[in-house]
């Protein structure tokens, strides 16, 4: 089970680390990417991070404000979101990619996603 955690209120300029974690597995071995969907529109990729090499890639949106990192254990991937804006407030998702060395923000080359969790930021 696949599963993003983290999300809550904040304020305009605030910060909010984001969590996901899937059990039984590891995500050692997996390129994960995080998704974000607000209410009336389409999901956006934010950022994605490969498996073995690290590599990292963002949404211009979120460039420079996200960071998407695996913890030591390898075991959960985070998102850390700084400056956080109104506009970010969605429901967040992380998802499994097809391919463990694949950059990709296409929500069409993840093929598992589990719930999300909401980021409310006020302004």
């Known amino acids: 089970q696949l599963q993003a955690s983290g999300g809550g209120l904040v304020q305009s300029g605030g910060s909010l680390r984001l969590a996901c974690t899937a059990s039984?597995?590891?995500?050692?071995?997996?390129?994960i990417g995080w998704f974000r969907q607000a209410p009336g529109k389409g999901r956006e990729g934010l950022a994605c991070?490969?498996?073995?090499?690290?590599?990292?890639h963002y949404a211009d949106s979120v460039k420079g404000r996200f960071t998407i990192s695996r913890d030591s254990d390898k075991k959960l991937v985070w998102l850390d979101m700084n400056t956080l804006k109104p506009e970010d407030s969605a429901t967040y998702f992380c998802?499994?990619?097809?391919?463990?060395?694949?950059?990709?923000?296409?929500?069409?080359?993840?093929?598992?996603w589990g719930p999300g969790t909401l980021v409310t930021v006020s302004s």
């Open positions: 998802a499994i990619a097809h391919a463990s060395d694949i950059v990709s923000l296409v929500p069409e080359d993840y093929t598992y």
């Open positions: 039984p597995v590891s995500l050692e071995r997996l390129a």
């Open positions: 991070i490969t498996s073995w090499e690290g590599r990292t």
